[in-house]
């Protein structure tokens, strides 16, 4: 079969139910779902770590966030890449196998990593509308190219949705402060995505057109210890928590989905230019995001804990002709900083580094009889580590009370209570446990070096 060209299209903090094919009724994304229609959707996709550094490390490096000793937002005390550490990046490994490999948007990586170290050609450094527009340049000039190439759009929203609560209270230290002081496009963005439809009144938009609160709106029963100073760490976090009312809730899910539709749209216009370049065929064209957002549920925004709001993203994938059209993917699950190495190394035909424990979905995407289904997934945050199945998730905490966490998927799947306490739990919980360790042992034995003793958070 001939080498594809490879399109990587990644959003910037969205959940994986935020789109409308995944029977989200609030939020319409006409773009992706043709992307879905023509190809398969994972509906299990977690990610590496639940925020933007350490998640986007990961798939493009192919490791987990301590392989560098980092668990939080960057940090310092991380274990630096060598020139050998970026000869294995996603860029270099493909263009091993002859491909021209470009990357726009946003980067946002630790240890001084740039997409020109990790083996790519920086085409552009927004990460709005002006990347889509060059996107679709670069799509149309690639096509006289006889070389296969790999594109990645890394688009920023619906992150915007991150400045609603920061702003909503008076940024109380330098970080804050700092982050309102150079935000304008987002607020701005922001601002457009808060607006009620053209024609509607005020009282009728808070009336009738919110979307509802999440069935898990209220806070988890057996609440992790821990989480709470997460939250202090970040005033405007815990504000949002004691003082948000259903309606301030509901006006951000409003607008967390009109940021989405923002960035459907520009990858709307990515997907037609691959369209009337005549290389839709010959293109395989996977989208993820880096994490999600708690949009409300146990009464959180932002991101950072392993509910699936925030550690579940989406996963397309679309190869006419080869990838299934309109298949939902609900048996195998996705590690999305892992497997994204893996997947693309198994299309270009080069082998996948042994650092990279990822499992490539092709066999799964193409409906190969046999192809390895993966059963669990393994992640890692600032103060927990977990495992996540089919069926159940457990997570562990680096300590406080209620640091074990065992999740039943398929009875709760909202995450609503603790299921570690239940006698009838015992055989999956000690299961589950040796499962961690395990994953964590496999990744200890492949890190640069061990954890940093400090961290960094959002």
């Known amino acids: ?15 994986h139910d935020l789109l409308s094919c995944a029977g989200t009724s609030w939020v319409k994304t006409p773009h992706l779902d043709r992307l879905a229609a023509g190809g398969t959707r994972f509906s299990r996709a977690y990610c590496s770590d639940p925020v933007c550094v350490p998640s986007r490390f990961s798939m493009f490096t192919g490791r987990m966030p301590s392989a560098i000793g980092m668990r939080g937002n960057g940090g310092p005390d991380l274990h630096p890449f060598t020139p050998a550490d970026d000869a294995k990046g996603l860029g270099n490994l493909l263009r091993s196998a002859g491909y021209r490999t470009w990357y726009g948007g946003k980067v946002h990586w630790p240890v001084k990593l740039t997409p020109e170290r990790l083996g790519f050609t920086d085409f552009c450094r927004d990460e709005r509308e002006r990347l889509a527009v060059e996107t679709a340049a670069l799509i149309h000039r690639e096509a006289a190219a006889e070389a296969p190439w790999a594109i990645v759009a890394s688009l ?5 949705i991150c400045y609603q609560a920061i702003r909503s209270f008076a940024p109380n230290n330098d970080l804050d402060r700092a982050i309102m002081s150079r935000s304008q496009v ?12 053209p024609g509607v009144s005020r009282e009728d938009f808070l009336a009738k057109h919110l979307p509802p609160l999440p069935a898990n709106w209220d806070i988890q029963e057996d609440e992790p210890e821990l989480i709470m100073p997460i939250l202090a760490e970040r005033a405007f976090k815990l504000k949002a928590r004691q003082e948000w009312g259903e309606t301030d809730w509901r006006l951000h899910r ?13 990858i709307g216009v990515i997907l037609d230019a691959l369209e009337a370049s005549g290389q839709a065929g010959d293109t395989l064209v996977l989208m993820t995001s880096d994490h999600g957002d708690h949009a409300g549920s146990h009464r959180l925004e932002h991101k950072t804990f392993f509910y ?21 993917e609900n048996d195998c699950l996705v590690a999305t900083g892992l497997d994204l190495m893996a997947t693309c190394c198994d299309y270009a035909g080069v082998a996948v580094p042994a650092v990279c424990k990822g499992q ?4 799964v995407a193409e409906g190969t009889s046999g192809a390895t289904v993966r059963t669990q997934v393994y992640g890692e945050n600032i103060i927990s580590r977990m495992v996540v199945t089919r069926d159940w998730k457990y997570v562990r905490y680096d300590g406080g009370a209620n640091a074990e966490q065992l999740y039943d998927l398929k009875k709760d799947p909202g995450e609503t209570r603790n299921h570690a306490g239940i006698a009838a739990n015992a055989g999956i919980l000690a299961d589950l446990r040796q499962r961690l360790d395990q994953e964590m042992a496999t990744h200890a034995a492949i890190a640069l070096g061990p954890l940093a003793e400090k961290r960094a958070g959002e």
């Open 1 to 15: 079969m001939p080498t594809p060209n490879i399109l990587i299209l990644v959003t910037d903090q969205q959940s």
């Open 156 to 160: 920023i929203n619906p992150h915007d």
């Open 186 to 197: 987002e607020n701005a963005n922001l601002d457009e995505a808060l607006q009620p439809p």
């Open 254 to 266: 409003w607008a967390y989905a009109r940021l989405m539709e923002r960035v459907d749209k520009q």
């Open 308 to 328: 699936d709001e925030a550690a579940r993203v989406p996963w397309l994938m679309r190869l006419p002709g080869r990838i299934r059209a309109g298949a939902v």
């Open 360 to 363: 490539s979905l092709r066999g």
